[in-house]
C-alpha cells in the first residue's frame, strides 16, 4: 500500500537560508509524487510534480525536489528562503489515488 | 479563473443538524473529490468521483453522503453531524482519476459541529 512519511511537523529557518522539507514514501509500483502548499486559511496549491520524466523536478516559486529511488525519497528544496515561503508543505504519492503525508509547516525567521 | 469554488465558507452546527457544502468547477474535469483536513493528519479523502454518474467512498466515508450533480457539480452531506466532523473540508478535481493526474484544490469550508 502506498504511503508517505514527512519527518518533522515543524521546520524553522532564517530568511536567506536553505529550506530542506523531507518526505519518504512506500509505494508498490513506479510512483507519481506531488508536493502542495497550503497559505493560511487557502487551499492547496501545486509546487511540483514528479512523473518519471526527470529525476529532478523544478516548480513554482524557486522550490525543486529530487526523486532517489533507492532512498525512497522526494525531498524538497529551496536555496534562499523568503519570508512569504511560510506556510504548510504537503507531499503526497499517488497510485491509483492521491495520499498525502502529515504536513510539515515551514517558518521562516527574519 | 474560478476553478474549484465551494460553499459555504464557514458554518457552525450544533449536534444532530444537516448540511450540504456545495461544490463547483470549471475546468471540464472528469474527476471530483472531497477531503478533510485535520491537524496532524494530513488530507483524507471521505468520497469521490471518477466520472460524472458514479459515486465511490474513499477513507473516511462514515457520516456522509455524496451527490455528482452533472460534470460540474459534487455536493457533500452531512446527515446528522458529529463533533468528530468538526474539520476543514476541502473539494477537489482532476481531468481523470488516477497516477499522474494533478488534483486542484477549492478554497475550504471551515465547519465546526458544536
Known amino acids: 500500500a502506498q504511503s508517505v512519511t514527512q519527518l518533522g511537523s515543524h521546520v524553522s529557518v532564517s530568511e536567506g537560508a536553505l529550506v530542506l522539507l523531507r518526505c519518504n514514501y512506500s509505494?508498490?509500483?513506479?510512483?507519481?509524487l506531488f508536493w502542495y502548499v497550503q497559505y493560511p486559511n487557502q487551499g492547496l496549491q501545486l509546487l511540483l510534480k514528479?512523473?518519471?520524466?526527470?529525476?529532478l523536478v523544478k516548480g513554482i516559486n524557486g522550490f525543486e525536489a529530487e526523486f532517489k529511488k533507492s532512498e525512497t525519497s522526494f525531498h524538497l528544496t529551496k536555496p534562499s528562503a523568503h519570508m512569504s515561503d511560510a506556510a504548510e508543505y504537503f507531499c503526497?504519492?499517488?497510485?491509483?489515488?492521491?495520499?498525502f503525508g502529515a504536513g510539515t509547516i515551514l517558518r521562516v525567521k527574519s | 479563473n474560478a476553478g474549484v469554488t465551494q460553499t459555504p465558507k464557514f458554518q457552525v452546527l450544533k449536534t444532530g443538524q444537516s448540511m450540504t457544502l456545495q461544490c463547483a468547477q470549471d475546468?471540464?474535469?472528469?474527476?471530483m473529490y472531497w477531503y478533510r483536513q485535520d491537524p496532524g493528519m494530513g488530507l483524507r479523502l471521505i468520497y469521490y468521483?471518477?466520472?460524472?454518474?458514479?459515486?465511490d467512498k474513499g477513507e473516511v466515508p462514515n457520516g456522509y453522503n455524496v451527490s455528482r450533480l452533472n460534470k460540474r457539480e459534487f455536493s457533500l452531506r452531512l446527515e446528522s453531524a458529529a463533533p468528530s466532523q468538526t474539520s476543514v473540508y476541502f473539494c477537489?478535481?482532476?481531468?481523470?482519476?488516477?497516477?499522474?493526474?494533478?488534483?486542484?484544490f477549492g478554497e475550504g469550508s471551515w465547519l465546526t459541529v458544536v
Open positions: 477537489a478535481s482532476s481531468e481523470a482519476r488516477g497516477s499522474g493526474n494533478t488534483i486542484y
Open positions: 509505494s508498490s509500483v513506479p510512483p507519481y
Open positions: 514528479y512523473t518519471s520524466a526527470a529525476t
Open positions: 503526497a504519492v499517488s497510485e491509483d489515488k492521491l495520499v
Open positions: 475546468m471540464n474535469h472528469n474527476s
Open positions: 468521483s471518477a466520472s460524472e454518474g458514479t459515486t
